[in-house]
């Protein structure tokens, strides 16, 4: 078993950062990858895919948020960071962190991210 919980949303400015935490506990060592997906309102019904660290430190971005986004691992502290850069309107939205492991889907409860002047 494995749990799941995100923090660090919040309001900002367009053009404006933030750092969204997947902290991790449970058995932490079987986990493979850790993802970020959202919803936003380009996507109200299914959450798209953001970003993913394996366990070696692979990292993996979509096209949306290449260049702008950076995610990055804490094995010590058994946390994931996403350093979201040059914010816009569009990535308003709610922040997941998941893994799978097996047939077993994790996901955390969410962290809402709102982008507005």
């Known amino acids: 078993q494995v749990q799941l919980a995100e923090s660090g949303g919040g309001l900002v400015q367009p053009g404006g950062s933030l750092r969204l935490s997947c902290a991790a506990s449970?058995?932490?060592?079987?986990?493979?990858?850790i993802d970020w997906f959202r919803r936003t309102a380009t996507h109200q019904h299914e959450r798209e895919w953001a970003?993913?660290?394996?366990?070696?430190?692979?990292?993996f971005y979509a096209d949306t948020v290449q260049g702008r986004f950076t995610i990055s691992r804490n094995d010590l502290q058994n946390t994931v960071t996403l350093q979201m850069n040059n914010l816009k309107p569009d990535d308003t939205g709610v922040y997941y962190c998941?893994?799978?492991?097996?047939?077993?889907?994790?996901w955390g409860q969410g962290t809402q991210v709102n982008v507005s002047s």
């Open positions: 998941n893994t799978r492991i097996s047939h077993s889907n994790y």
């Open positions: 449970g058995n932490t060592s079987s986990i493979p990858y």
């Open positions: 970003a993913q660290i394996t366990a070696r430190g692979t990292t």
